[in-house]
């Protein structure tokens, strides 16, 4: 392995940079912007200028994988929300297709059955939806109970000896 792969070189601070608690130093920026835009770790670790080594060490660094987590999840959410702005734009092109008479059979059987899948499993999600909320408040009035149970045992507990007197 490559000594200097393994110690920074000058001006590679692994250590965090600025006054933050948990900065990155502008090289573990680089590195993490890297990571979330190319598709291999090697392509990352070239276009962020550090060794495949350096890259490893960096992503197993807890503060650099925290925020690469935090990183990709925002990304999903926003790609998550692009999807669902264009859910009634599928929508509406499923419904047409449906209705299009001179649509290929087969296209319109397809998007049919899209359509009904999706509606089943909307149902399917608001049912266990339900039923998780349900048992979440189940289980929260277990709990008080059980609280209640718990300090009405101790004050008993407190007459017992209140009567040895």
């Known amino acids: 392995m490559n000594t200097q792969e393994q110690r920074p070189a000058a001006g590679d601070e692994t250590a965090p940079g600025g006054d933050a608690p948990g900065a990155l130093s502008p090289r573990q920026e680089l590195a993490l912007q890297a990571v979330l835009s190319h ?29 690469l987590r935090e990183a990709r999840r925002e990304a999903v959410g926003h790609a998550a929300a692009r999807l669902q702005g264009g859910a009634s734009e599928a929508v509406a092109v499923l419904r047409e297709l449906i209705t299009k008479e001179e649509a290929p059979p087969a ?20 049912e ?18 059980d609280a209640l149970d718990r300090g009405r045992t101790a004050s008993e507990g407190d007459d017992e000896y209140e009567d040895e007197d």
């Open 107 to 126: 296209a319109r059987i397809t998007a049919a059955r899209t359509v009904i899948d999706y509606s089943f499993r909307v149902i399917e999600q608001d």
């Open 128 to 145: 266990l939806k339900a039923r998780i909320e349900e048992l979440e408040r189940f289980i929260l009035r277990k709990q008080e109970e």
């Open 39 to 67: 598709p291999t770790l090697k392509d990352a670790a070239a276009a962020a200028g550090v060794g495949d080594a350096t890259l490893w060490r960096y992503m197993n660094d807890p503060e650099f994988s925290r925020r």
